[in-house]
């Protein structure tokens, strides 16, 4: 059943992603320009913004699919286990 659901939600992630890319220009129209991208890149930049956020969820959705999502993440956010592990030492 997990396996049904990485292909779902990835292949939906994966169709989101590239209705995101091909229809940027739509998406600016109907939400408005995104300010902080605007102020930030430079004028006419929430299409370039929509487009990368677009190919992100592209390249995430495969990795979800085929099951690397979990793993890059470990490997990532690795340098982090240190800070959240729980305190080791204290012997009440």
Known sequence: ????????????AIGAGAAMVKYSWSLTNFTG?????????GGGSTNSFY?????VLIIGGLFYMTGMLT???EWLFSPLASIFAPFRG???
């Open 71 to 73: 793993p890059l993440m």
């Open 51 to 55: 487009k990368f956020m677009g190919v």
């Open 90 to 92: 204290s012997s009440n």
């Open 33 to 41: 320009n995104i300010g902080t991208v605007e102020r930030y890149l």
């Open 1 to 12: 059943m997990e396996l049904f659901n990485q292909i779902v939600f990835g292949g939906l």
